[in-house]
């Protein structure tokens, strides 16, 4: 039985896949109209030398124009489609050479050829989108008639896959980002007589960092922060396994009990990838506003006095799965009306310099009649700093002040 409705996966991939399929499928790159990056320019800029070219491009097929995500050489980051190579080459199922464009009937009358940038040669292979499609090109061009040797083919495509691998690790990161975002527990509800604020910015795709918060069965509010050694894929599939960890302990435990049954449960885990972790985990009694936490390794958790001082509250031991068997210990702290408790990771340090008396002066300097969540997310803004390479994450637990 057949049915009209249905069309088999092969075609909808590869030069036979319908249009509609095809722009669907360079929507989900996310590479249409973002900035040149310096992992694809480095890939045009060797080839224009490799082939003594005038100019290289990976080109991305729009519905009516061509957008360049990296190229060198006279051409314009944008053109019209239907005046392109690009679009001829993604019809083909491997590299399209054109020898001398004069004489080819399909181009000898193109602008491209007949004005700027007088295309004679092009050699362009497709690059394909997470669905198989194609949605693109790398290609070479010149203002004079070449012949391209099968050796300078098979060149072509060994960069063109090299440029592949890239795409590919591009959208498996931002996928996973947008499952880690998913996972992440919905922001509760502040307890009565406070306000809670978030923020959680990756510094690439996956995170290395995590937090968790809620209420306990004691009716105590909890606070988890916690920062995977690293950056990138490796750390995020860490900081899942040890958020994982901490929620199967059921939160019931004091602090310092809770950091040890996690470390019990990952220390061989933890050994055997290389790693280890920071956390700060809280209890703080809404009621009273006592807190007790245990620190391991993290050390940059703060509480935010009304008067403007600012207190440090220092670790009580190593990070996680950095020594087997370890304990820790627990301290407390108080929350008084108009206290606030900030919880972040290293990254909000990184993006103040590394200096702790910069960032000492962020906190103090912050508006007090900012909500919390206007204030961290203030706190950790990337905007205007450069070179801020690691994650940041944050928890800001203000405790309203007595009204007069």
């Known amino acids: ?17 319908p249009e509609w399929a095809r722009l669907e499928d360079l929507s989900r790159t996310r590479l249409l109209d973002t900035p040149s990056e310096e992992r694809f320019d480095r890939i045009t800029r060797l080839a224009q030398g490799l082939f003594g070219v005038s100019a290289a491009s ?34 083909s199922s491997g590299t399209m050479i054109v020898e001398n464009a004069l004489t080819d009937e399909r181009f000898r009358q193109s602008p491209l050829v007949t004005g700027n940038p007088h295309i004679q040669f092009y050699a362009g292979h497709p690059l394909t989108g997470p669905g198989g499609t194609h949605v ?39 996928n996973g980002a947008r499952v880690q975002r998913a996972l992440l527990a919905p922001t509760p509800p502040a307890p009565a007589g406070y ?5 959680f910015y990756p510094a690439s795709g996956l995170s290395g960092d995590f937090y968790e918060l809620g209420m306990t069965a004691a009716g105590q509010f909890r606070i988890t922060v916690g920062d995977a050694m690293g950056k ?49 985990h809280a209890l703080i009694d809404p009621a009273t506003g006592t807190g007790h ?15 403007f001082t600012i207190e440090r509250l220092s670790p009580t031991g190593p990070p996680l799965g950095l020594i087997p068997g370890q304990s820790w210990e627990t301290h407390t702290f108080r929350l008084a009306p108009g206290d606030a408790l900030l919880v972040p ?40 700093k450069h070179g801020i390479l690691d994650d940041i994450t944050a928890v800001l637990l203000q405790r309203e002040a007595e009204s007069d």
Not at 1 to 17: D, K, P
Not at 232 to 250: E, L
Not at 348 to 362: I, S, T
């Open 58 to 91: 990976i080109s991305l097929i729009a519905e009516d124009r061509q957008f360049l995500k990296s190229f060198v050489g006279p051409l314009a980051r944008e053109s019209e489609r239907r005046d392109t190579f690009c679009t001829e080459a993604i019809k």
């Open 232 to 280: 990138g894929i490796g750390p995020g599939i860490v900081a899942g396994t040890v958020r994982s960890a901490f929620a199967h302990t059921g939160w019931e435990a004091g602090p310092s009990r809770i950091l040890e049954d996690v470390s019990g449960s990952l220390d061989d885990t933890l050994a055997r990838v290389g790693s280890y972790a920071t956390a700060f």
């Open 136 to 174: 693109g090109t790398f290609c070479i061009i010149d203002q004079a008639p070449r012949v391209f040797s099968a050796e300078q083919q098979k060149i072509l495509e060994d960069l063109t896959e090299i440029i592949q691998r890239e795409m590919n690790l591009s959208w498996d990161i931002d």
């Open 1 to 17: 039985m057949t049915s009209t409705g249905y069309q088999s996966e092969s075609r909808l991939s590869g030069a036979e896949a």
């Open 195 to 199: 306000s809670l604020g978030t923020c």
């Open 293 to 307: 936490y245990a620190d391991a390794g993290q050390g940059l958790s703060y509480i935010l006095r009304s008067d």
């Open 345 to 384: 990771t290293d990254g909000l340090l990184d993006l103040h310099g590394g200096d702790l008396g910069r960032l000492a002066a962020a906190l103090d300097s912050r508006q007090a009649q900012d909500h919390p969540d206007t204030a961290v997310k203030k706190l950790c803004d990337r905007r205007g």
